[in-house]
């Protein structure tokens, strides 16, 4: 059947209207349907945010990484005893936040942890997700940072998404939700 064929009542056997169906198709693009508010998603569990499942905690003082569907990725630390997490992957050259380093001297990085990228060096506090002060490293490292510093320069200054990660120490259960 051509698209200028098509009869009233295929439209509605398509919209499922025939037999007293009553119209998913509209239901599905009326402006309310789905819809919710600041305020719903703030009482999802308690204001903790989403529950994620399948992952364990970092242990004290590493970066782990967590993995969701097929492209996004969390970076988590556990800096004594409490959970930070950022997206996983660097927006300057894309490579694995969670394979980074963790930087938590408080004289040269400041209050909050913060990782460098293990490919660009670019630092990103684990709390805020904004971008911060290049991690100097030698040899071969540094070798491959400043090669892929020249390659990306136009991405050097973007923020990652940060993540509020809660554990119910009741139950076991993880909340994440990001940081606004």
Do not use: H
């Not at 364990?56 to 930070?84: D, H, L, R, S």
């Not at 805020?128 to 490293?137: A, I, R, V």
């Amino acid at each position: 059947m051509t698209p200028s064929r098509i009869s009233t009542s295929s439209t509605k056997l398509m919209m499922g209207m025939r037999r007293g169906k009553g119209g998913n198709l509209k239901r599905a693009l009326d402006e309310t349907a789905g819809t919710t508010t600041n305020n719903d998603i703030k009482k999802i569990n308690q204001g903790r945010g989403q529950e994620i499942t399948g992952v364990t905690m970092p242990k004290n003082m590493t970066i782990k990484g967590w993995a969701f569907g097929e492209n996004q990725t969390i970076a988590a630390v556990n800096v004594n005893g409490k959970y930070y997490a950022v997206d996983g992957r660097c927006p300057r050259c894309a490579f694995d936040l969670y394979r980074g380093k963790l930087l938590v001297d408080k004289d040269v990085w400041g209050k909050d942890p913060c990782v460098a990228c293990p490919t660009c060096s670019t630092t990103y506090s684990f709390r805020t997700g904004k971008f911060g002060p290049e991690y100097k490293q030698t040899g071969l490292a540094g070798f491959v940072n400043t090669w892929a510093k020249t390659a990306t320069i136009n991405n050097a200054s973007q923020d990652v998404a940060a993540f509020i990660i809660t554990k119910d120490e009741e139950t076991g259960r993880v909340f994440c939700k990001e940081r606004l």
